[in-house]
Every structure is written in structure tokens, then in C-alpha cells.
């Protein structure tokens, strides 16, 4: 490939760090590469991201991308409406940051020792709704911006602690800030948390083949692809209060002739918060190679919790 490929990205330190990462995996296997910064509504915006729309950070980098104006676009996989756009081939899934939530409290405070009546920000419902079921007494309170602004809060003393994904803290050099990683048993993270996701054009094959072999990481893919398809089957946005994590797992398997072989499979985790606060739980295993079976399975076992119909065989993907 002689040309230099043109990579799309926000604006925001993360997006950039995260981006710098793609950039480097591909000048190390020999592309030539140009990274642009492109403003997506969610950037231009203080609002709520419920109020927004879903797909606010992502809308505008794949609109450069169907039409030309980048050859790549990095995203975080959670900020991805689950609707596919058929303009675009999601090509990559690079290896994922751990997908857990952290605590950055004050006096490096965990979150089970913050006083009653602590303040605690985040901007996710699904964070608030489990943070609410843990019974801990104390507030949530709403939350929008970037990770500094967000940690700031708290140095201010305007909050007591703040709830971000620790994968972003991690690809800024930030750990070192984290009070608590919080445990999935505590808080399961949102559905492709942790992850990217690198697309291109659909019909750019040397592109995509490129991005596949250069970065794509077959667990990583399978997981997230779990995790998507239980927020697709649930009928959910990227703000619905809706957890998942999907881990590949060694098991047994027996074959004809009585004797046992280890295989990998996926584990998957689900929460759901039902309109009066209650968090419904289900988990499942089955093969790597139908994730999204997996997914769409355990959204019926949720929904079925929840004592709504069950879920479409298709859902949305």
C-alpha cells in the first residue's frame, strides 16, 4: 500500500492517545499514516448524552469516512449505536484495556469506606443504577466531561469520587489515580468497554486487510460481539442501563472416544435495571465461534426476568 492512510479520530486527549496506538501498530507493520481530528457533536455539547443521541461521538468521523475524507476511523467501541452502517466494515478489534470501572476518591478512599452522603459523579446510568443497588447511602450525582474535568472535581472537593472506565485512565498514564478498581461482582462494566474498534470503508479490501492483520484480535472481537448483541436483543442504547462483560474461558470437552480436551469458551455476564431500580442478573457459556447467539440468549433470560416478552432471534447488530 504507497498511500498514507488518512486516520480519523476525536479531539479529546483519549481519542488521541487511543488513536496514537493504532497510528503506531501500523507504522510499525510499514504504513505510512496521517492522523486527523475531526469535532463530533458530542464534543460540541455539555448536554447529557441521553438528550444528545446516540452515536453523538461517532456520527461525524463515519460520515468523513463513507465520504472520503479519512481512510480509518478509531472509536471507542461503547460510543458505537449497535446498528451496523453498511457504508463501513468494522476491521479491526484491537487487543482490549481491561474493561473494569475505577474509583478516584479523595484521601485514596475505596468506595466502600466513602462516608454516608458522599458525592459521587458519573454520567452513565448503568454506573448509577448499580452504585444505587449497593446500598451504600451515598448520592450520585450526574456528570459530563473529559477525564480531567472529571478528576478535577474531585481535587476540588466538589465531589468525594468519580466512577470512569479504567481503560481510558490507563491509555493516558493516569492508573496512578485510581483509588479502586472496582470488581465486575461490584459493578459490571458496559457492554465493549476496554475496547476500539478501527473501521474503514466497505469496499477499501486492501485497507481492511491490512487493519485485520495488522491488529485484530480474535478474543477481544468475540467478546465485545457478545456483549453488543445482549444490548442489541435488550432494544438499548449506548446510555441504557444495561451491563455486560464476556470473558474467554478454558473448559473440557469430551470427545467420541471418552477422553477430555481443553477448549476455549466464552463466559458472559449480564445486568439489566429494570424502570423501579431493580438490577437483574443472568450469565451464560457457550463457543467462541457464536458470540452473538450467546448475547441474544442471555438478553431473553433477562427479559424474561423482567417479565417482558423475549427478545427478537435477530435483534439488531
Known amino acids: 500500500m504507497n498511500r498514507t492512510l488518512r486516520i480519523g479520530t476525536r479531539g479529546s486527549a483519549l481519542a488521541l492517545a487511543q488513536t496514537g496506538h493504532v497510528a503506531d501498530a501500523l507504522r510499525e507493520a510499514g504504513a505510512a499514516v496521517e492522523i486527523v481530528t475531526i469535532s463530533t457533536p458530542g464534543d460540541r455539547s455539555s448536554a447529557p448524552i441521553a438528550e444528545i443521541g446516540i452515536g453523538v461521538f461517532t456520527s ?22 449497535t ?22 476518591a ?4 475505596t468506595l466502600g469506606e466513602l462516608p454516608t452522603g458522599s458525592k459521587v459523579g458519573t454520567g452513565s446510568p448503568r ?18 466531561g473529559n477525564v480531567d474535568t472529571r478528576i478535577r472535581k474531585v481535587v476540588d472537593g466538589e465531589l468525594d469520587a468519580v466512577v470512569l472506565a479504567r481503560a481510558g485512565l490507563a491509555r493516558l498514564g493516569r492508573t496512578a ?52 448483541a445482549l444490548l442489541a ?46 438490577l437483574l442478573r443472568a450469565s451464560a457459556t457457550g463457543d467462541l465461534t457464536a458470540a452473538e447467539e ?3 440468549a442471555l438478553a431473553a433470560e433477562l427479559l424474561d426476568l423482567s417479565g417482558h416478552a423475549t427478545a427478537s432471534p435477530a435483534g439488531r447488530s
Open 106 to 109: 479523595r484521601d485514596g478512599l
Open 294 to 296: 450467546l448475547g441474544r
Open 127 to 144: 454506573r448509577a443504577a448499580q452504585l444505587d443497588a449497593l446500598g451504600l447511602g451515598i448520592e450520585v450525582v450526574p456528570l459530563r
Open 177 to 228: 489515580e485510581i483509588t479502586e478498581t472496582l470488581e465486575p461482582i461490584q459493578m459490571l462494566p458496559a457492554p465493549a468497554q476496554g475496547a476500539l474498534a478501527v473501521e474503514c470503508r466497505v469496499d477499501d479490501v486492501d485497507t481492511e486487510h491490512l487493519l485485520q492483520s495488522t491488529l485484530d484480535d480474535s478474543a477481544s472481537r468475540a467478546a465485545v460481539a457478545a456483549e453488543r
Open 233 to 278: 436483543a435488550l432494544e438499548a442504547g449506548c446510555s441504557a442501563p444495561v451491563g455486560a462483560l464476556a470473558d474467554v474461558v478454558e473448559d473440557l470437552a469430551e470427545d467420541a472416544d471418552g477422553s477430555t480436551r481443553v477448549v476455549l469458551r466464552l463466559s458472559l455476564r449480564g445486568v439489566m435495571a429494570t424502570e423501579d431500580g431493580d
Open 83 to 104: 446498528a451496523r452502517d453498511p457504508r463501513l466494515s468494522l476491521a479491526a478489534v484491537p487487543p482490549r484495556e481491561d474493561p473494569r470501572d475505577a474509583l478516584v
Open 60 to 81: 461525524a468521523l463515519r460520515d468523513a469516512l463513507a465520504n472520503g475524507e479519512i481512510d480509518v476511523a478509531v472509536h471507542s467501541y461503547k460510543d458505537l449505536p
